[in-house]
Nanobody
Framework: VQLQASGGGLVQAGGSLRLSCAASGRTFSNYVMGWFRQAPGKEREFVAAISQAGGSTYYQDSVKGRFTISRDNGKNTVYLQMNSLKPEDTAVYYC???????????????WGQGTQVTVSS
């Protein structure tokens, strides 16, 4: 699976961004999709994941109620709607694909190139 993330940018605290990740190469609907992020000097961390059909979602506690993951299997795309952004959300955001609904980065088989999200205070 080839993954292409987009939608990052600079936003003020309290603002919103919508990330997209377009997939190609294999059957998108066979894969769990996840979003991870990595801030400078920190390890990559799980943000959200969605099951193959979209019926199950998981979130990191710090983003619950602010971020929403969704997918459109007809468009081979997964989204991350980010609202009420905080400066601590600043990071490079990566989309990833795996066969199982897990939150561990090393369990994901395919990764996109990342998109920068910067939240100013």
């Amino acid at each position: 699976v080839q993954l292409q993330a987009s939608g990052g940018g600079l936003v003020q605290a309290g603002g919103s961004l919508r990330l997209s990740c377009a997939a190609s190469g294999r059957t998108f609907s066979n894969y769990v999709m996840g979003w991870f992020r990595q801030a400078p000097g920190k390890e990559r961390e799980f943000v959200a994941a969605i099951s193959q059909a979209g019926g199950s979602t998981y979130y990191q506690d710090s983003v619950k109620g602010r971020f929403t993951i969704s997918r459109d299997n007809g468009k081979n795309t997964v989204y991350l709607q980010m609202n009420s952004l905080k400066p601590e959300d600043t990071a490079v955001y990566y989309c990833a694909a795996t066969r199982r609904l897990v939150v561990i980065a090393r369990s994901y088989d395919y990764w996109g190139q990342g998109t920068q999200v910067t939240v100013s205070s």
